[in-house]
Protein backbone atom coordinates (compact mmCIF):
# COMPACT_ATOMS: atom_id res chain seq x y z
CA UNK A 1 0.00 0.00 0.00
CA UNK A 2 0.51 3.60 -0.11
CA UNK A 3 0.97 4.16 3.72
CA UNK A 4 1.51 2.71 6.62
CA UNK A 5 -1.99 0.43 7.49
CA UNK A 6 -3.25 -0.24 11.23
CA UNK A 7 -6.18 -2.65 11.72
CA UNK A 8 -8.27 -1.94 13.50
CA UNK A 9 -9.09 1.59 13.79
CA UNK A 10 -10.82 0.88 16.83
CA UNK A 11 -10.46 -1.95 19.19
CA UNK A 12 -12.90 -1.87 22.80
CA UNK A 13 -11.98 -4.91 24.40
CA UNK A 14 -12.90 -6.06 28.49
CA UNK A 15 -10.37 -5.88 31.10
CA UNK A 16 -8.45 -9.09 31.14
CA UNK A 17 -8.90 -10.41 27.58
CA UNK A 18 -6.30 -10.74 24.93
CA UNK A 19 -5.98 -7.94 21.79
CA UNK A 20 -3.90 -8.48 18.98
CA UNK A 21 -2.91 -4.98 16.63
CA UNK A 22 -1.58 -5.13 13.31
CA UNK A 23 0.60 -3.01 11.70
CA UNK A 24 1.62 -2.88 7.50
CA UNK A 25 4.22 -1.24 7.16
CA UNK A 26 5.64 0.85 3.72
CA UNK A 27 6.59 -1.73 1.34
CA UNK A 28 10.38 -2.26 0.91
CA UNK A 29 10.93 -0.72 4.76
CA UNK A 30 12.64 -2.60 7.27
CA UNK A 31 12.41 -0.50 10.25
CA UNK A 32 9.43 -0.61 12.39
CA UNK A 33 8.61 1.45 14.83
CA UNK A 34 5.46 1.00 17.73
CA UNK A 35 4.24 3.71 20.05
CA UNK A 36 1.75 4.39 22.55
CA UNK A 37 0.52 7.82 22.88
CA UNK A 38 -1.83 7.99 25.80
CA UNK A 39 -4.36 11.04 25.89
CA UNK A 40 -2.76 14.22 25.98
CA UNK A 41 0.78 12.99 25.80
CA UNK A 42 2.97 12.64 23.23
CA UNK A 43 4.04 9.16 21.73
CA UNK A 44 6.00 7.00 23.73
CA UNK A 45 8.56 4.46 22.39
CA UNK A 46 7.49 1.06 22.51
CA UNK A 47 9.98 -1.38 20.44
CA UNK A 48 11.72 -1.10 16.89
CA UNK A 49 12.13 -3.89 14.58
CA UNK A 50 14.99 -4.13 11.89
CA UNK A 51 14.38 -7.15 9.56
CA UNK A 52 12.20 -9.83 11.89
CA UNK A 53 14.14 -8.94 14.68
CA UNK A 54 13.65 -6.85 17.50
CA UNK A 55 16.35 -4.26 17.95
CA UNK A 56 15.43 -2.41 21.25
CA UNK A 57 11.93 -3.08 23.06
CA UNK A 58 13.42 -0.83 26.28
CA UNK A 59 9.90 0.47 26.23
CA UNK A 60 6.97 -2.05 26.22
CA UNK A 61 5.87 -1.38 29.76
CA UNK A 62 5.80 -5.31 31.08
CA UNK A 63 5.50 -8.57 29.95
CA UNK A 64 2.30 -8.39 28.95
CA UNK A 65 3.02 -6.78 25.69
CA UNK A 66 4.19 -8.39 23.30
CA UNK A 67 5.46 -7.83 19.13
CA UNK A 68 6.34 -10.03 16.73
CA UNK A 69 7.27 -9.74 13.32
CA UNK A 70 8.13 -13.16 11.56
CA UNK A 71 8.32 -12.02 8.44
CA UNK A 72 9.98 -8.93 8.58
CA UNK A 73 6.85 -6.92 7.33
CA UNK A 74 3.65 -7.23 9.15
CA UNK A 75 3.73 -6.58 12.65
CA UNK A 76 1.63 -7.76 15.67
CA UNK A 77 1.55 -6.00 18.67
CA UNK A 78 0.09 -8.37 21.25
CA UNK A 79 -0.93 -7.54 24.75
CA UNK A 80 -2.10 -10.43 27.38
CA UNK A 81 -4.92 -9.59 30.15
CA UNK A 82 -5.46 -6.34 29.51
CA UNK A 83 -5.82 -3.30 32.02
CA UNK A 84 -7.84 0.08 31.88
CA UNK A 85 -4.32 1.56 31.90
CA UNK A 86 -3.42 0.27 28.59
CA UNK A 87 -6.33 1.95 26.73
CA UNK A 88 -4.44 4.65 24.39
CA UNK A 89 -3.81 5.06 21.03
CA UNK A 90 -1.21 2.78 19.53
CA UNK A 91 0.82 4.32 16.46
CA UNK A 92 2.77 2.63 14.13
CA UNK A 93 5.83 3.38 11.92
CA UNK A 94 8.01 2.27 9.03
CA UNK A 95 11.20 3.40 8.19
CA UNK A 96 13.97 2.93 4.93
CA UNK A 97 17.47 2.81 6.86
CA UNK A 98 20.11 1.72 4.53
CA UNK A 99 23.02 0.94 6.66
CA UNK A 100 22.50 2.74 10.31
CA UNK A 101 21.89 6.44 8.72
CA UNK A 102 20.46 8.59 11.46
CA UNK A 103 17.07 10.89 11.06
CA UNK A 104 15.72 8.69 8.60
CA UNK A 105 11.86 9.42 8.24
CA UNK A 106 9.54 7.52 9.82
CA UNK A 107 6.50 7.51 8.40
CA UNK A 108 3.44 7.10 10.92
CA UNK A 109 -0.22 5.10 10.41
CA UNK A 110 -3.36 6.22 11.43
CA UNK A 111 -3.28 4.56 14.53
CA UNK A 112 -5.00 2.29 16.79
CA UNK A 113 -7.29 3.26 19.73
CA UNK A 114 -7.90 0.80 21.92
CA UNK A 115 -10.26 0.76 24.95
CA UNK A 116 -10.32 -1.07 27.67
CA UNK A 117 -13.87 -1.35 29.60
CA UNK B 1 19.41 9.54 27.91
CA UNK B 2 17.68 11.98 26.17
CA UNK B 3 13.78 14.28 26.20
CA UNK B 4 12.00 16.95 24.41
CA UNK B 5 10.21 19.79 26.83
CA UNK B 6 7.58 21.77 24.39
CA UNK B 7 6.75 25.20 26.23
CA UNK B 8 2.74 25.90 26.00
CA UNK B 9 0.52 23.36 25.59
CA UNK B 10 -1.48 25.21 23.73
CA UNK B 11 -1.31 28.17 21.64
CA UNK B 12 -3.86 30.39 20.19
CA UNK B 13 -3.04 32.88 17.34
CA UNK B 14 -4.89 35.31 14.56
CA UNK B 15 -4.54 33.93 11.03
CA UNK B 16 -1.90 36.35 9.35
CA UNK B 17 0.27 36.44 12.54
CA UNK B 18 3.29 34.54 13.22
CA UNK B 19 3.44 30.79 14.75
CA UNK B 20 5.87 29.91 17.15
CA UNK B 21 6.03 27.05 18.84
CA UNK B 22 9.10 26.50 21.27
CA UNK B 23 10.80 23.03 21.93
CA UNK B 24 14.06 22.56 23.72
CA UNK B 25 15.43 18.91 24.27
CA UNK B 26 18.27 17.57 26.69
CA UNK B 27 20.73 15.10 24.76
CA UNK B 28 24.29 13.54 25.22
CA UNK B 29 25.03 13.27 22.30
CA UNK B 30 24.80 15.47 18.95
CA UNK B 31 21.01 15.58 18.60
CA UNK B 32 18.78 14.54 15.54
CA UNK B 33 15.34 16.76 15.83
CA UNK B 34 11.90 16.33 14.06
CA UNK B 35 8.71 18.44 14.01
CA UNK B 36 5.37 16.47 13.65
CA UNK B 37 1.95 17.59 12.64
CA UNK B 38 -1.14 15.79 13.77
CA UNK B 39 -4.19 16.81 12.30
CA UNK B 40 -7.61 15.72 13.92
CA UNK B 41 -8.05 11.50 12.77
CA UNK B 42 -5.06 11.50 11.24
CA UNK B 43 -1.52 10.02 11.67
CA UNK B 44 1.56 11.96 12.76
CA UNK B 45 2.89 13.67 9.27
CA UNK B 46 6.56 14.60 9.26
CA UNK B 47 6.94 19.08 9.02
CA UNK B 48 10.67 19.46 8.75
CA UNK B 49 13.96 17.29 10.57
CA UNK B 50 17.77 18.65 11.70
CA UNK B 51 20.43 15.95 11.20
CA UNK B 52 23.63 17.96 10.25
CA UNK B 53 24.46 20.90 8.50
CA UNK B 54 22.43 24.17 8.19
CA UNK B 55 20.86 24.86 11.15
CA UNK B 56 17.65 26.54 9.83
CA UNK B 57 15.52 23.83 8.07
CA UNK B 58 12.62 24.46 6.53
CA UNK B 59 10.10 22.15 5.87
CA UNK B 60 6.57 21.72 4.20
CA UNK B 61 3.40 24.09 4.57
CA UNK B 62 5.74 27.31 5.01
CA UNK B 63 7.19 26.23 8.33
CA UNK B 64 10.65 26.62 9.34
CA UNK B 65 12.84 25.78 12.48
CA UNK B 66 16.24 26.78 13.68
CA UNK B 67 18.95 24.57 15.65
CA UNK B 68 20.06 26.39 18.44
CA UNK B 69 22.68 23.99 20.20
CA UNK B 70 23.92 26.87 22.58
CA UNK B 71 20.15 27.11 23.94
CA UNK B 72 19.12 23.52 23.08
CA UNK B 73 16.39 24.70 21.18
CA UNK B 74 14.46 23.71 18.49
CA UNK B 75 11.79 26.66 17.75
CA UNK B 76 9.16 25.90 15.15
CA UNK B 77 8.04 28.93 13.38
CA UNK B 78 6.03 30.19 10.29
CA UNK B 79 5.51 33.62 9.14
CA UNK B 80 1.44 33.90 8.75
CA UNK B 81 -0.87 31.68 10.33
CA UNK B 82 -3.35 30.08 8.14
CA UNK B 83 -6.92 28.43 9.08
CA UNK B 84 -5.61 25.03 7.95
CA UNK B 85 -2.61 25.39 10.50
CA UNK B 86 -5.02 24.29 12.98
CA UNK B 87 -3.45 20.95 14.28
CA UNK B 88 -1.19 19.27 17.09
CA UNK B 89 2.44 19.72 16.90
CA UNK B 90 5.42 17.47 18.30
CA UNK B 91 8.89 18.30 19.13
CA UNK B 92 10.97 14.74 18.77
CA UNK B 93 14.79 13.47 19.47
CA UNK B 94 16.69 10.98 18.13
CA UNK B 95 19.83 10.77 19.84
CA UNK B 96 21.64 7.81 18.77
CA UNK B 97 23.44 5.03 20.41
CA UNK B 98 22.10 1.63 19.68
CA UNK B 99 18.63 2.47 19.66
CA UNK B 100 18.86 4.45 16.40
CA UNK B 101 15.40 4.09 15.43
CA UNK B 102 13.95 5.63 18.76
CA UNK B 103 12.41 9.13 18.90
CA UNK B 104 11.47 10.92 22.50
CA UNK B 105 8.33 12.96 21.56
CA UNK B 106 7.57 16.34 23.37
CA UNK B 107 4.17 16.53 24.76
CA UNK B 108 2.71 18.21 22.09
CA UNK B 109 1.08 22.04 21.33
CA UNK B 110 -1.95 22.69 20.13
CA UNK B 111 -2.06 24.83 17.58
CA UNK B 112 -5.39 27.30 17.10
CA UNK B 113 -5.99 30.00 14.68
CA UNK B 114 -8.42 32.14 15.05
CA UNK B 115 -10.35 34.05 12.36
Known amino acids: GAGVSQTPSNKVTEKGKYVELRCDPI?????LYWYRQSLGQGPEFLIY????????DSGLPNDRFFAVRPEGSVSTLKIQRTERGDSAVYLC???????????????FGQGTRLTVV | AQSVTQLGSHVSVSEGALVLLRCNYS??????LFWYVQYPNQGLQLLLK??????LVKGINGFEAEFKKSETSFHLTKPSAHMSDAAEYFC?????????????FGQGTILTVHP
Open chain 2, 92 to 104: AVNAGGTSYGKLT
Open chain 1, 93 to 107: ASSSEPGRSWGTEAF
Open chain 1, 27 to 31: SGHTA
Open chain 2, 27 to 32: SSVPPY
Open chain 1, 49 to 56: FQGTGAAD
Open chain 2, 50 to 55: YTTGAT
